[in-house]
């Protein structure tokens, strides 16, 4: 017993330091993390979905991990975390994520090559876009885009977007849209040109396609930092302004100049 007392005595530091590292080694694989204040908090998880080939995943601007593809789990502590999915080839996506402890958050990112996948129209298909686009009207406050499951209205007034929250009980509001439990109209985007198109982005509730000037682009519905921008379109300086109109889940259709395209997504 004294040798075990004089063992103690000699590396009682160092079984500490081991005991604390255990313990945290620990608690990581049952999921907990210390938190602000030295505390300890169960962490959520960051499930990532329709990832392609070779994606890289930054969280909080630093690199997490490379993914061969499909999905990704992260484990992050509670709160926001700015997330950044980023591919050779893409434009990088980008957003602000809340995080909740033991709970799961799914998000899947927009993917938009950094070169369009654009096809010239022949024949009837011309006569059915240019019908289709126009006849496309930007929505208002009288005739909006439901958005983000129905719970968000978007919507052009004084050339500037706007996200309105839908009132109805079964509604909960997007985040960006509420602060301090109150839920207001918030501007998505205010451009200095005009205004030409606004489209619910095919196949999605949380993003937009949105014409100015020249260009046509899809742009995250979520105004806050860091958000997404991906430009779909550029027309040249003395280029008839681009307008466009949805046509499939995955597509949609673009009048460039004299010429009209189908632009798969």
């Known amino acids: 017993m004294k040798q075990i007392g004089v063992f103690f005595k000699k590396w ?36 990532i979905t329709d990832l392609p080939e070779n994606a890289s995943i930054y969280v909080d601007e630093a690199y997490n991990r490379r993914v061969t593809g499909g999905i990704a789990r ?54 059915a876009a240019r019908t289709k686009i126009n006849t496309t009207r930007l929505p208002s406050a009288f005739a909006p885009l439901s958005m983000e499951g129905g719970c968000a209205q978007i919507s052009v007034s ?27 109209a918030t501007v998505v985007f205010a451009p200095l040109e005009p205004i030409h198109t606004v489209l619910p982005y095919p196949g999605r509730s949380d993003a937009l396609i949105v014409g100015v000037k020249q260009r046509l682009f899809v742009l995250e519905i979520d105004p806050r930092y860091p958000g997404f921008f991906a430009e779909l379109v550029r027309g ?16 949609l259709v673009t009048i ?6 189908g632009i798969s997504l």
Request: charged share 15%.
């Open 158 to 184: 004084g050339n500037r977007i706007l996200a309105t929250p839908t009132t109805t009980p079964e509604c909960v509001p997007p985040p960006y849209l509420c602060v301090d439990g109150s839920c207001e």
């Open 12 to 47: 009682w530091l160092l079984l500490a330091i081991i005991v604390v590292i255990g313990a945290l080694v620990l608690f990581n694989m049952v999921g907990y993390r210390v938190g602000p204040g030295l505390s300890i908090v169960r962490v959520g998880t960051l499930v």
């Open 74 to 127: 992260v484990s992050l502590l509670p709160g926001s975390h700015t997330v950044i999915v980023s591919v050779d080839g893409y434009y990088p996506w980008s957003e602000l994520v809340e995080i909740t402890s033991d709970a799961e958050t799914t998000e899947r990112p927009i993917i938009i090559p950094t070169k369009t996948n654009a096809v010239e129209l022949e024949g009837e298909a011309v006569t």
């Open 236 to 251: 040249g300086k003395d280029t008839i302004t681009p307008r466009a109109a949805t046509s499939t889940d995955h597509s």
């Open 256 to 261: 460039v100049g004299e010429k009209v395209y």
